[in-house]
C-alpha cells in the first residue's frame, strides 16, 4: 500500500466531514476535488497500485464540459482531444461500404480514459490523501460515523464512506447487497485492448460488423498507438472475472472464423498489454445512499456504454453531491436526498438512452443516407435534457471556505 500525500492542517469546526471515497478514476477524483474546494477533508482508496493509465476513449456531452471550466480544466481536457475523423465501415473483405462521421460517435470532446483520470489525480494530489493498492473489507456505522477496515490498511473512521469504485462496487455490496439485486446486463460483451497502429491509420478507425458481433480498431496518441474492441451479443457468459486468458478464448472462439483483420486484431489481443473485458450493464437502484453512505457514478447509476453518457454522470454527479454536502452544512441526510433530486431525471434519461443503444449495436448496419442524416441533425439529436448545475459557490482550493473548514487527514 502506498499513501501520497497528506492534506493541508487547520482550524476544525462541527461543519467540516472526513469523507472517504472508494475509486481513483472519474467519479472519485472529481469529488474530492469538489470536497475540497467546499472545506471538507476526502481521503480516496484505489484498489490499484497507481493511476491507471490509458484505456478506451470516453466522451463528454454538454454539462459536463461546464463542470469541467469550472475546475479550470477544460482548455487541459481540450489539449488530449483525441481529434478524431470520420470512420470507415468495412466487411469482412475489408471494403469501405459506409463512412461513419465522427460527430455520431466521439460527443462533444472524447479524450483518453486514462488521460482524464491522470488529470483528475493530478489536479488533487497535492490536497487530497490518496491510498493506492487498497480496498474497503468492511464497513460498519454508527450515530456519529463509519468505522472502516481496508484489506491491507489499518482500520480508521469517516463522517461519511463514499462509492465511486464503478460497476463491480465492493462498497455497494458492502452497503446495499449483492451486486445481482442492481445490475441489469444489456446483452453486450466488450473486450478492448491496446496495441501498435500497425494499420498506420490517421485520426480514424475502421468497424466491422456481423451478426450478433463486432470489432473495432481505432487511432490513439497522436496515431502513435491503437485500440481494438470486440463486442459480441451475449445473454449471459459463465467466466471467472480475474481470468484473462478464459476471457480471451471466449472472444477467439466467437471470431474464429470472421475475416478482414479479425485474426490479427486477435493474435495483438493475446499478447496486449492491457486487456479489459465486461458485460455491458446498468445499474438500477431505488436509492443511491444508505445512513453514511452514498454512491456516485457508475457504482449508483451505471447507464452503460451505449449511452455514452457515464463519464459526464460522474463528473456532474460529483459536482452536484460535493455542492449539495456544503449547502446543507454538512448535513449528509438532507444532502443525500437533494443529490438524488437534483440527479435522478438525468440519470433515467441516460438509462433510457443506453438500453436503447444496446437494442440498436447490433442491427444491420445503416446506409450512408441515414449516417449522413444523423451527423448533419447532430449534435442536436445527441442531447439529452440538459441538467440545470445549481452554483455551490465554491471558494478556489488554497483558499479557506467560509464557514467550512479544512481539517487534517481523516
Ligand atoms: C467500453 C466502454 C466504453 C465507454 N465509453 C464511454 C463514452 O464514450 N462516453 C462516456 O461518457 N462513458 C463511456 N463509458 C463509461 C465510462 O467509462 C464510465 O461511466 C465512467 O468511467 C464512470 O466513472 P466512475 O469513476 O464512476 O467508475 P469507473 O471508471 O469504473 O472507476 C471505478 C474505480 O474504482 C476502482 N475500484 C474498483 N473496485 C474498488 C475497490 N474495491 N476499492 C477501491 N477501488 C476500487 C477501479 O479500479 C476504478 O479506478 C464507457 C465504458 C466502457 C466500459
Same mark, same amino acid.
Given at each position: 500500500m502506498t499513501t501520497t500525500r497528506t492534506t493541508t492542517t487547520g482550524t476544525t469546526t462541527a461543519t467540516a466531514r472526513t469523507v472517504l471515497i472508494s475509486g481513483a478514476s472519474v467519479a472519485g477524483p472529481a469529488l474530492a476535488y469538489w470536497l475540497r474546494r467546499h472545506g471538507f477533508a476526502p481521503?480516496?482508496?484505489?484498489?490499484?497500485?497507481?493511476?491507471?493509465?490509458?484505456?478506451?476513449?470516453?466522451?463528454?456531452?454538454?454539462?459536463?464540459?461546464d463542470v469541467l471550466d469550472r475546475m479550470g480544466l477544460l482548455e487541459r481536457i481540450r489539449e488530449l482531444d483525441t481529434e478524431m475523423g470520420d470512420a470507415a465501415m468495412v466487411d469482412a473483405e475489408g471494403c469501405q461500404y459506409a463512412t461513419l462521421p465522427a460527430v455520431i460517435f466521439a460527443g462533444d470532446l472524447e479524450?483518453?480514459?486514462?488521460?482524464l483520470t491522470r488529470m483528475l489525480y493530478e489536479a488533487t494530489r497535492d490536497d487530497v490523501e490518496y491510498v493506492f493498492g487498497d480496498s474497503i473489507a468492511s464497513l460498519t456505522e454508527d450515530e456519529h460515523g463509519v468505522e472502516v477496515t481496508f484489506e491491507r490498511g489499518t482500520p480508521r473512521r469517516f463522517d461519511l464512506v463514499v462509492?465511486?469504485?464503478?460497476?463491480?462496487?465492493?462498497?455497494?455490496?458492502?452497503?446495499?447487497?449483492?451486486?445481482?439485486?442492481?445490475?441489469?446486463?444489456?446483452?453486450?460483451?466488450?473486450?478492448?485492448?491496446?496495441?501498435?497502429?500497425?494499420?498506420?491509420? !490517421?485520426?480514424?478507425? @475502421?468497424? =466491422?460488423?456481423?451478426?450478433?458481433?463486432?470489432?473495432?480498431?481505432?487511432? /490513439?496518441?497522436?496515431?502513435t498507438e491503437a485500440r481494438a474492441a470486440f463486442h459480441l451479443a451475449a445473454e449471459h457468459?459463465?467466466?471467472?472475472?480475474?481470468?484473462?486468458v478464459g476471457q480471451q478464448r471466449i472472444i477467439a472462439e466467437r471470431f474464429a472464423d470472421d475475416g478482414w483483420e479479425i485474426p490479427r486484431?486477435?493474435?495483438?489481443?493475446?499478447?496486449?498489454?492491457?486487456?479489459?473485458?465486461?458485460a455491458n450493464a446498468q445499474v438500477e437502484m431505488d436509492s443511491w445512499s444508505r445512513g453514511r453512505v452514498v454512491l456516485l457514478g457508475d457504482a449508483g447509476y451505471c447507464a452503460g456504454p451505449t449511452s455514452g453518457r457515464g463519464t459526464s454522470q460522474a463528473l456532474i454527479g460529483a459536482y452536484v453531491l460535493a455542492g449539495e454536502l456544503a449547502a446543507s452544512g454538512g448535513d449528509h441526510t438532507t444532502a443525500f436526498a437533494?443529490? !438524488?433530486?437534483?440527479? @435522478?431525471? =438525468?440519470?433515467?434519461?441516460?438509462?433510457?438512452?443506453?438500453?436503447?443503444? /444496446?437494442?440498436?449495436?447490433?442491427?444491420?448496419?445503416?446506409t450512408q443516407e441515414i449516417l449522413d442524416m444523423l451527423a448533419a441533425q447532430a449534435p442536436e439529436n445527441t442531447r439529452t435534457t440538459?441538467?440545470?448545475l445549481r452554483d455551490y459557490a465554491a471558494p478556489a482550493l488554497h483558499e479557506p471556505a467560509a464557514g467550512a473548514a479544512v481539517m487534517g487527514g481523516a
Open positions: 481521503t480516496v482508496v484505489e484498489r490499484a497500485e497507481a493511476v491507471r493509465e490509458g484505456g478506451y476513449a470516453v466522451d463528454f456531452r454538454g454539462e459536463a464540459l479524450v483518453l480514459k486514462g488521460d462509492g465511486a469504485d464503478g460497476l463491480h462496487s465492493r462498497t455497494r455490496a458492502l452497503a446495499f447487497g449483492p451486486e445481482e439485486q442492481f445490475v441489469r446486463h444489456l446483452g453486450i460483451y466488450t473486450a478492448i485492448f491496446s496495441l501498435d497502429n500497425y494499420l498506420g491509420l !490517421e485520426n480514424t478507425g @475502421r468497424l =466491422y460488423a456481423a451478426p450478433g458481433k463486432a470489432a473495432n480498431i481505432f487511432t /490513439a496518441r497522436a496515431n457468459l459463465e467466466y471467472d472475472r480475474h481470468d484473462r486484431l486477435l493474435h495483438e489481443m493475446a499478447q496486449a498489454p492491457d486487456f479489459f473485458f465486461d437533494a443529490y !438524488e433530486r437534483e440527479m @435522478r431525471g =438525468y440519470v433515467s434519461e441516460h438509462q433510457s438512452v443506453g438500453r436503447e443503444g /444496446a437494442e440498436r449495436f447490433f442491427m444491420p448496419a445503416p440538459p441538467i440545470r
